[in-house]
């Protein structure tokens, strides 16, 4: 397991979509390791492999409950309304008022290459929206009327 670099905006790579993984082979599952890591070192509650340079469809999120692996996710449900603030370890620095929705489930493999569904509200609810962005070349601050700089 490693720790990443970390890709940051404005690197044109972060706008690029990412791809399905057709087969989870021991170089995913050394990524979601790396991935892991590479979020917990930035004290950081979610990541998206875009974020560290591939373009795949992972990510990995722990907003508190445990680690989460998500291969192939897509959110299948979401309801409600939340408005709070959000930052991202591509943006450094910055952070913005972004309304997400307040519970959304989502379908992915895990490592093994089951389905499972999770879900979450509140918090992990704004992960998974921010996190699954990642892999269609969004980011927050898109969502964004106003961004602010860390003071």
């Known amino acids: 397991m490693a720790i990443r670099k970390i890709v940051t ?9 990412s791809k399905a993984v057709e087969e989870i082979t021991p170089r995913i599952c ?15 509650v979610g990541l998206a492999a875009v974020q560290v340079g591939i373009l795949r469809r992972v990510v990995v999120i722990d907003t508190g409950e445990g680690l989460m692996e ?9 309801s409600g309304e939340q408005e709070g603030m959000e930052a991202c370890l591509s943006v450094p620095g910055k952070n913005a008022i972004i309304k997400r929705p307040m519970f959304v489930r989502v379908q992915a493999q895990d490592r093994t290459g089951e389905w499972k569904e999770y879900s979450g509200e509140g918090l992990t609810a704004r992960a998974f929206c921010h996190e699954l962005a990642h892999l269609d070349g969004q980011l927050y601050i898109d969502l964004a009327d106003e961004v602010y700089t860390d003071q």
């Open 70 to 78: 998500l291969i192939n996710p897509r959110i299948v449900e979401q």
């Open 30 to 44: 050394r990524l979601l390791d790396d991935m892991a890591d590479t979020m917990y070192a930035a004290d950081g």
């Open 9 to 17: 905006h404005p690197d044109p790579f972060l706008r690029q979509s």
